[in-house]
């Protein structure tokens, strides 16, 4: 089992950036392929970005490509996830999600495990 606990988010103007953190606590943390999602209100959940248990492999949504940036530490147990560039339409609640033992990144939230309480990103225009 595996704890998540999301930091980093707040109000940014459009253009700028933003260091979102995922700090995990539990056991063999390196057994589960990581991602972030995030919900807008009205709206369902979607996949951000994810990154494969080694760190070797990273995927994300063709809307954030090229402007957020998803990595691991095995070390420290911690996913950070930078955003740059910014837009009004990134606004949402993003969450940290682990799924366990999976052989690659998955952007589907059913195969994910373990969610954090999310943490609110707000980019003003």
């Known amino acids: 089992q595996v704890q998540l606990v999301e930091s980093g988010g707040g109000l940014v103007q459009a253009g700028g950036s933003l260091r979102l953190s995922c700090a995990a606590s539990g056991r063999a943390f390196s057994n589960y392929v990581m991602g972030w999602f995030r919900q807008a209100p009205g709206k369902e959940r979607e996949f951000v970005a994810g990154i494969s248990r080694s760190g070797g492999s990273t995927y994300y949504a063709d809307s954030v490509k090229g402007r957020f940036t998803i990595s691991r530490d095995n070390v420290m147990n911690t996913v950070p996830l930078q955003m740059n560039s910014l837009k009004p339409e990134d606004t949402a609640v993003y969450y940290c999600?682990?799924?366990?033992?999976?052989?690659?990144?998955?952007?589907?939230?059913?195969?994910?495990?373990?969610w954090g309480q999310g943490t609110q990103v707000t980019v003003s225009s």
């Open positions: 999600a682990a799924a366990w033992r999976r052989a690659q990144v998955t952007s589907t939230a059913y195969d994910y495990d373990y």
